[in-house]
């Protein structure tokens, strides 16, 4: 059975701090693995990764795949209170549906 | 600007009751999908769609069924609303090919 799995749930930083968010999976004829942020409403799409150890970069946030190890890393330096949201791994797998993990809940305090 | 939109924001029912949920898109989306999001539980498949008058079972079909009458629209069914059912309702869209989805504003069904 496939399977994503995330970590921690969740997470509670101060502003200016760096965090990691983690994604393991285990998906048989693995094609990509996505990034999403929740906030209050529908979640918005934030980086695909298909090839191990190209690095993925918007502003604070960025991303990379290890294909070997089966796991991919988000990162958020300078943390703002706008980062606050639920951020959720899937993994693609053929033409199938997406398969999540449970969410990192992610809380900025100032 | 493209989008996915869902009827209703929140919504309440009564236990019994039939209750639809419309899903739309505007992108000519071959693929569309329903999930329910629970606390604890992350995003759990209910049922997806490849095409017009195509419909598959995710993980957890019981007590739902789907429409897909037209490409735009994917509808999601609760013959008879439970309050187990009481969940945040995401639909979501994507090309066929494509991995990522296009989400909608999420349906959250509250059943009394």
């Known amino acids: 059975e496939d399977k994503v799995v995330q970590s921690p749930l969740s997470l509670v930083v101060h502003e200016g701090d760096t965090v990691t968010l983690n994604c393991s999976y285990e998906v048989t004829n693995f094609r990509s693995l996505l990034w999403y942020k929740q906030e209050k409403k529908a979640p918005t799409f934030l980086f695909m990764l298909?090839?191990?150890?190209i690095e993925k970069k918007s502003g604070r946030l960025s991303s990379i795949l290890d294909k070997k190890e089966l796991f991919s890393i988000l990162n958020i330096t300078a943390t703002q209170t706008g980062d606050s949201a639920v951020y959720l791994c899937a993994v693609g797998a053929g033409n199938t549906p997406l398969v999540f993990g449970k969410g990192t809940r992610l809380s900025v305090i100032a | 600007d493209v989008k996915v939109t869902q009827s209703s924001r929140y919504l309440v029912k009564r236990t019994g009751e039939k209750v639809f949920l419309e899903c739309v898109q505007d992108?000519?989306?071959?693929?569309m999908f329903w999930y329910r999001q629970d606390p604890g539980l992350g995003l759990r498949l209910i049922y997806f769609s490849y095409d017009v008058k195509m419909k598959e079972k995710g993980d957890i079909p019981e007590g739902y069924s789907v429409s897909r009458e037209k490409k735009e629209r994917f509808s999601l069914i609760l013959e008879s609303a439970s309050t187990n059912q009481t969940s945040m309702y995401l639909c979501?869209?994507?090309?066929?090919?494509?991995?990522?989805?296009?989400f909608g504003s999420g349906t959250r069904l509250t059943v009394v």
């Open positions: 979501a869209s994507r090309r066929q090919g494509a991995y990522g989805y296009t």
């Open positions: 992108m000519d989306h071959e693929n």
């Open positions: 298909t090839s191990s150890g």
